[in-house]
């Protein structure tokens, strides 16, 4: 079961870009990483999933190193509606998906 | 829309009673869930289907049940077993991928409180 690690909290200011990485050592082959993003009292809504180099769509980019060992959420200019929790989960083949405590960026004015 | 409604929002519940709490989803997605979010943490998983009429236990299933006999709906019902129910959860679907590639479709949450 590949397993993630992720910072427990970021702070950033407004208009910032915010990287957020995410450590998987150990990652199959066949698994994709996948971002969730939740803010208070919501359920997670999917932001991002890539299985290697870089992928970009209308709200971040996932940048995965060759090796795959990690993996970074890379948010552009940040407002305060970015403020959420960022949770990276990684396939694990046969198992259902964890979600660990994630990241909480908060962004500050 | 298409999109998974959880209700009630907010439900209480008594010592001894069981509550259930409903979710539907009109995504036409095979695969639904349930999770339990508690204050500061991440989600753990109670229960999933990945097909109607079938369903497996997460990692905390113990004093809940579940039930799949339509595709569009997966109500989890709290019972008397479980003895520390206040939390956060969620109901989620998915086209079913595999484990390696899924993704998830959340509703917005049911808060169940103990009186």
């Known amino acids: 079961l590949a397993k993630t690690t992720q910072p427990i909290s970021m702070d950033s200011y407004e208009g910032q870009e915010v990287n957020i990485t995410c450590s998987h050592n150990?990652?199959?082959?066949?698994?994709?990483i996948t971002w969730y993003q939740q803010f208070p009292s919501q359920g997670p809504r999917f932001i991002i999933q890539?299985?290697?180099t870089k992928v970009t769509n209308e709200v971040a980019s996932l940048f995965i190193p060759a090796d795959r060992k990690s993996s970074t959420l890379s948010l552009p200019r940040v407002s305060l509606s970015d403020t959420a929790v960022y949770y990276c989960?990684?396939?694990?083949?046969?198992?259902?998906?964890?979600f660990g405590k994630g990241t909480r960026l908060s962004v500050i004015a | 829309d298409g999109g998974i409604t959880q209700s009630p929002k907010y439900l209480f519940r008594k010592e001894g009673q069981n509550v259930t709490l409903s979710c539907e989803q009109n995504?036409?997605?095979?695969?639904m869930y349930w999770y339990r979010q508690d204050p500061g943490q991440g989600l753990r998983l109670i229960y999933y289907?990945?097909?109607?009429?079938?369903?497996q236990k997460g990692d905390i299933a113990e004093g809940y049940s579940v039930s799949r006999e339509k595709k569009e709906s997966f109500p989890l019902t709290v019972t008397s077993a479980q003895k520390n129910p206040t939390a956060f959860y969620l109901c989620?679907?998915?086209?079913?991928?595999?484990?390696?590639?899924?993704?998830?479709?959340f509703g917005s949450g049911t808060q169940l409180s103990v009186l």
């Open positions: 989620a679907s998915s086209t079913w991928t595999g484990w390696d590639n899924e993704k998830l479709f």
């Open positions: 150990n990652i199959a082959t066949n698994d994709y």
């Open positions: 890539g299985y290697k």
């Open positions: 989960l990684v396939g694990s083949g046969n198992t259902p998906l964890v």
């Open positions: 995504l036409n997605h095979d695969a």
């Open positions: 289907s990945q097909i109607v009429n079938d369903f």
